[in-house]
Nanobody, 115 residues
Framework: QVQLVESGGGLVQTGESLRLSCAASERFFSFSSMGWYRQAPGKQRELVATITVFGSTNYADSVKGRFTISRDTSKNTVYLQMNSLTPEDTAVYYC?????????WGQGTQVTVSS
């Protein structure tokens, strides 16, 4: 069973940065892509950023230019560098991995941005 363990969430002020990490229990290249999603209170879960096995990235318009997704394949870990955070970025952030029609999710990590 695939396990995804997130870390790096916390409480920061507007304009500050955080880096989230997601460590997978299986090799990165066993997935077609991995990514980050978030869910704010009262809202649906939404895409933040994804990275494919080929290194292609995709970002939500709301985070383009502020967030960067990256990977360390030797550690089977995906990162999300978040800069210039605003209160609108407050949410539970989930790591996800996808392959062959299956999807796997981490337990989530809380990111809170105070004004």
């Amino acid at each position: 069973q695939v396990q995804l363990v997130e870390s790096g969430g916390g409480l920061v002020q507007t304009g500050e940065s955080l880096r989230l990490s997601c460590a997978a229990s299986e090799r990165f290249f066993s997935f077609s892509s991995m990514g980050w999603y978030r869910q704010a209170p009262g809202k649906q879960r939404e895409l933040v950023a994804t990275i494919t096995v080929f290194g292609s990235t995709n970002y939500a318009d709301s985070v383009k230019g502020r967030f960067t997704i990256s990977r360390d394949t030797s550690k089977n870990t995906v990162y999300l560098q978040m800069n210039s955070l605003t209160p609108e970025d407050t949410a539970v952030y989930y790591c996800a991995a996808f392959r062959r029609g299956s999807d796997y999710w981490g337990q989530g990590t809380q990111v809170t941005v105070s004004s």
